[in-house]
């Protein structure tokens, strides 16, 4: 018999078994220290734990309903360590850690014309998205193709949302060192606004 304990992480509540729950809390520890000095610090950690909170949710089944000490290192394996990546090292980032990630297509709100459809293609094949909207525009004017086609996907396609979403929509690994990068990325691009 285990003692479990009820915890929400990213708005999501999970029953944790009590080592695994020690295990998670020692880990979240370490990212809260070594996150400390930085001026986006609460973001980056509120990124990691809803980067947590997925992963969790796909050890859950209907026949298991707890989290255990197994799922808790699985999704420590998944991230890494804050000492696997440094801030004046990128080398690692290409390291270890650089297997492709879960690559998946999604609309990328941030970069669109209209919707979104063709700036998260490029994203998905690495290419301008300028070539996708002029692919776009030549189906269009041939036979009006391409504006069904835009449609269907507008609608199929999901708008990347969070940080994850936008890593994954870009075939990189959703760690540690992407999600910092991304969430200080964003921070710059704030305060580059802020100042203009």
Avoid at 82 to 88: Q, R
Wanted: charged content about 25%.
């Amino acid at each position: 018999m285990k003692i479990t304990v009820s915890v929400n992480i990213g708005g999501y509540s999970f029953n944790i078994d009590e080592d695994a729950y020690s295990e998670l809390k020692r880990y979240l520890k370490n990212l809260e220290l070594h996150f400390a000095g930085e001026d986006s610090s609460s973001e980056i950690l509120s990124d990691i734990e809803s980067r947590i909170a997925e992963l969790l949710r796909t050890k859950l089944t209907t026949y298991k309903q707890v989290i255990n000490i197994d799922d808790v290192r699985s999704v420590i394996a998944t991230l890494g360590n804050p000492e696997d990546f440094s801030d004046h090292d990128d080398s690692t980032a290409g390291g270890k850690f650089a297997r492709p990630g879960y690559h998946r297509m999604y609309r990328d709100t941030e970069h669109r014309i209209i919707g979104g459809v063709c700036a998260g293609m490029g994203a998905y094949w690495n290419i301008d998205p300028w070539i996708m909207r002029v692919i776009f525009i030549i189906a269009a004017i041939m036979g009006g193709m391409g504006v069904l086609i835009y449609l269907i996907l507008y609608i199929v396609l999901p708008e990347a949302k969070t940080t994850s979403q936008k890593i994954e929509m870009k075939g990189e690994p959703v760690n540690i060192h992407n999600i910092t990068q991304a969430v200080k990325n964003e921070f710059d691009a704030v305060r580059k606004n802020m100042k203009l």
